[in-house]
């Protein structure tokens, strides 16, 4: 099993800054990903970052690419998703998630709300 928690959502005006974080636990070991998605109301979760368990690669969506910036604290088993310059459209409920080598299983954080307002 992997156990996520997330936390650091919240309400900002346009062009400020949030920091998410998600807390793994449990077989870290047999991590392939940790991704970071987005769900806005009614609309399909998006994957937005990608960060190779062992931090060498990194994918960002377009609609995120140098305003987001995901990393990591190995100590501490936490991933981190810095967000800058937010925009309205960012608006939607931040999922962090673990994808496991070999199966592709994922595993989920609970959900975050991120409102940013114009």
């Known amino acids: 099993q992997v156990q996520l928690v997330e936390s650091g959502g919240g309400s900002v005006q346009a062009g400020g800054s949030l920091r998410l974080s998600c807390v793994v636990s449990?077989?870290?070991?047999?991590?392939?990903?940790m991704d970071w998605f987005r769900q806005a109301p009614g609309k399909e979760r998006d994957l937005i970052v990608t960060?190779?368990?062992?931090?060498?690669?990194?994918y960002y969506a377009d609609s995120v690419k140098g305003r987001f910036t995901i990393s990591r604290d190995n100590a501490k088993n936490t991933i981190y998703l810095q967000m800058n310059s937010l925009k309205p459209e960012d608006t939607a409920v931040y999922y962090c998630?673990?994808?496991?080598?070999?199966?592709?299983?994922?595993?989920w954080g609970q959900g975050t709300q991120v409102t940013v307002s114009s």
């Open positions: 998630a673990a994808r496991l080598r070999y199966t592709s299983t994922y595993y």
């Open positions: 449990g077989r870290t070991f047999s991590i392939y990903t």
């Open positions: 960060l190779s368990w062992s931090g060498d690669s990194t």
